[in-house]
């Protein structure tokens, strides 16, 4: 896999005249204030996880009412032994025990026709073992797609910094690949399927290819499938590999992120505490689904998106700008824990200063330079404006353009094209044409700029800077003291007040018990795929 | 000059669109057509300008957006003329407050903090509305009602079910209900609200139902009875609009029930 940011970035941190000590000291912070959380992380497990282990051994498919077996699987297993032990020890126990595929047990547990116990002694050593080789089908299908990937890139190469990322949002999947490939065509080297409103709180995955959606399409394994397979086709037709990008947060993180590996997805958005603060998903269940999925993500070669953009839409983009470097920071934190890599954090952040702020271009150029000098590795994922686009089209052009050069003086690795017509309607065949135009003028006329570009070390971008990495540090350094789930609880992030004992999908968060097992959870320990 | 001044002034009820000369009627214009570009599809932009009473016109840009579509942008001189004596819009029949207005109204009348509950209904996770309108960051440079200190705002954000709005407003005993809805895919708004009234009206009875206002960028203010809500807010309300509309409407009310 190609690292995609230019090394030529790597000294905005001398630009800016940032001390090396205080960004040690910033990431320091951040991994103490991370600690505690993966420890609790470690100690528990959650429904969509077990379910995600049952999607990695090949569980598919759902019933008549369209509940995913998955889910029915784990209920029935939850309701009988409890899940404290983990779903695979009862679930192969009782495919041993019948003879019986996954898919029967799954049907036979539904109709009630099954008992489930926890193994112990040699069954359980049994069980496990036959786990092991069930979900290692999975694990071995994530790492060949990530193999292929790699090849077709190796063919066609990687596109030059920033990777252009275009959304489709149609609800239909059949109205979707037309549009995706047509922007694939017109210069997009992302595509995001933007998710149907509402599935990030829906405690299962939707089954098979779908056509209705609210503002968005669903997520479901056979979705992935077919937009893949389409964009494999226009990668050829344009020898260049357009990469597919979906969704992870919500309740169902770990099986998202588990389909996405399986169906050869490139980047998911996966942020730490996205669903805490703007879905309202209970803090403990995100952080248990966050590493699973992390996991799984370092493991299929996945770029992650973080989602620091989301801040500044509800809190001001100067007065919280700090807060979204405290999270980049704890973004990585988690993400190096997981066992991602540099080149796959896309670690967000946003153009959504309110542009009638006096210089508010010069505080966007130092609060991109400063996460592009902190984080030099990463290919940053740039959001365009939004909260502050109104309807004037003409003013909102401008702005967008603004934006796409702020992108090209600081090196940003994935731009989310800004489209004038935010916040008007979902982009038309024309704003999307428009705006790849404004796109390509800036980096055409400017996009070398950056050679040229150096903000004086005193002057007003290194100082604003310096600024907001001196109160990030000591925003970390009070999360440190009170603990991040009470900094969470206390409405430090995106002005939302989130405890750590309320929001949605606790009831599916289970204390491991010490007898516990979960194969996939193993194998992705452990880095093997047997 | 005075003379077509004055005569511009008398006309007042009749209006065109204003290039650079009163009268011109000028207008612009894009939209995308699904044909290659040619000189067929230019015409084919022409026609279409003609059509919607723009005459003479002119392609003054076109642009080929892949192997199907052309996008055009045309100017022209409009040929309608709009009767300032037809337009209706729902007008603000109340007066602007200040928060400090807003808060000792309610002390002296209510004697009690007047509760405010808000969400986003349905799938709708935009809370950029009800926020703008709640938080004490507020919009457009107004602090939003957290702001207010008689008001006591209860903010249930995002993706919120009917059911446990209604249930909210009860437990809270809220005396105005203010929803937001950004999404309009479908309809979505328009079916969320309606939804979202009837279940009030099933859960209260008349004397005792919070006043009900809904608000987003694609409402029609006039749709108020068609879905069953007091008051619709569009594009660009203001917190301040809205705290005085319920100073005015609740309040008022009261002082009329009061009555013997």
Not at chain 1, 404 to 415: D, F, K
């Amino acid at each position: 896999m190609t690292k995609s940011t230019p090394a030529k970035y790597a000294d905005a941190r001398r630009t800016l005249d940032l001390d090396p000590a205080t960004i040690r000291k910033a990431r320091s912070l951040a991994r103490k204030a991370g600690a505690p959380v993966v420890s609790l992380a470690k100690r528990h497990t959650t429904v969509s996880v077990e379910r995600a282990t049952l999607r990695l051994a090949g569980l598919e498919g759902a019933d008549v009412e369209g509940i995913p077996w998955v889910n029915r699987l784990v209920d029935v297993v939850r309701e009988q032994v409890g899940l404290e032990h983990g779903v695979a020890l009862p679930v192969w126990d009782a495919m041993l025990r019948t003879n019986d595929d996954l898919i029967t047990v799954a049907q036979k547990a539904a109709a009630g026709s099954l008992t489930f116990r926890i193994p112990e002694g040699h069954e359980a050593s049994r069980a496990g073992k036959v786990s092991r080789a069930g979900v290692s089908a999975g694990m071995r299908r994530i790492d060949a797609n990530r193999k292929q990937r790699d090849k077709l890139i190796g063919k066609y190469g990687n596109p030059p910094a920033p990777w252009i990322y275009l959304i489709v949002a149609t609800g239909d999947i059949y109205e979707d690949i037309p549009q995706a490939q047509a922007a694939a065509r017109e210069g997009a080297d992302v595509i995001a399927v933007i998710r149907s409103t509402g599935q990030s709180l829906l405690d299962y995955v939707p089954e098979g290819a779908t056509r209705e959606g609210y503002a968005g399409t669903y997520a479901t394994q056979e979705n992935f499938r077919l937009m893949r397979a389409a964009l494999d086709e226009t990668s050829a037709e344009l020898g260049r590999y357009v990469r597919l990008t979906n969704y992870a947060s919500g309740l169902c993180m770990p099986e998202i992120a588990s389909l996405a590996g399986l169906e050869r997805l490139d980047m998911m958005l996966n942020d730490s505490m996205y669903g805490i603060l703007f879905r309202d998903i209970n803090p403990i269940r995100t952080f248990v689904d966050q590493r699973f999925s992390r996991q799984i993500h370092a493991r299929a070669g996945i770029i992650i998106n973080t989602g620091e953009d989301n801040y500044l839409t509800t809190a001001d983009a100067v007065e919280a700008a700090h807060t979204v470097t405290v999270s980049q920071l704890l973004n990585e934190y988690f993400a190096k824990e997981a066992g991602l890599e540099d080149w796959q954090l896309g670690l967000g952040h946003a153009f959504e200063i309110q542009p009638d702020v006096p210089d508010s271009f010069r505080l966007e150029l130092a609060h991109a330079m400063l996460a592009r000098a902190l984080f030099p590795e990463a290919p940053l994922k740039w959001m365009p404006p939004t909260k502050h686009m109104t309807g004037d089209i003409f003013k909102g052009f401008l702005h967008d353009g603004f934006f796409n050069l702020a992108g090209a003086l600081t090196g940003q690795g994935i731009l989310l094209v800004g489209m004038m017509t935010e916040a008007v309607v979902t982009p038309w065949l024309s704003d999307r044409d428009l705006a790849l135009q404004n796109v390509r003028y800036v980096f055409n006329t400017a996009g070398n700029l950056h050679e040229d570009f150096r903000p004086a070390p005193d002057g007003f971008i290194a100082r604003r800077a310096r600024q907001v990495l001196g109160e990030a540090v000591d925003l970390l350094e009070r999360v440190v003291d009170d603990s991040l789930l009470e900094a969470i609880g206390d409405g430090t992030f995106g002005l939302m007040k989130r405890p750590a004992h309320a929001g949605r999908g606790l009831d599916g968060v289970i204390k491991k018990a010490s007898g516990y097992l979960n194969p996939a959870a193993d194998l992705l320990d452990e880095g093997v795929a047997r | 000059m005075s003379a077509s001044t004055s005569s511009a002034k008398a006309a007042k009820t009749i209006v065109r669109p204003y290039g650079d000369t009163t009268g011109d009627g000028m207008v612009q214009m894009s939209f995308t057509l699904p044909l290659p570009h040619d000189k067929k599809a230019e015409g084919a932009a022409l026609q279409l300008a003609k059509k919607m009473g723009i005459d003479p016109a002119m392609v003054v840009h076109a642009k080929a957006m892949g192997p199907d579509f052309t996008f055009f942008v045309v100017y022209g001189s409009v040929q309608h003329l709009v009767d300032l004596r037809d337009v209706h819009v729902v007008e603000r029949d109340y007066p602007l407050l200040s928060p400090k207005e807003v808060n000792s109204a309610v002390k002296k009348v209510l004697r009690r903090p007047l509760v405010v509950v808000g969400a986003c209904i349905g799938t709708d996770a935009h809370t950029v509305g009800i926020d703008a309108i709640l938080n004490i960051k507020g919009f457009a440079g107004e602090k939003g009602l957290e702001y207010y200190s008689e008001l006591t705002v209860v903010n249930l954000g995002a993706q919120v079910s009917v059911p446990d709005l209604v249930e909210q407003a009860r437990v809270h005993k809220a005396d105005a209900v203010l929803v937001s809805q950004v999404v309009t895919q479908r309809d979505a708004h328009l079916h969320n609200t309606r939804e979202m009234s009837a279940a009030f009206r099933e859960a209260f009875p008349a004397d005792k139902r919070p006043l009900l206002v809904i608000g987003g960028p694609r409402f029609d203010e006039s749709m108020t009875v068609e879905l069953g809500v007091d008051r619709i807010f569009g594009k660009g309300t203001t917190p301040g609009e809205v705290a005085s509309y319920l100073v005015h409407s609740l309040l008022g009310e009261r002082k009329k029930a009061n009555r013997p």
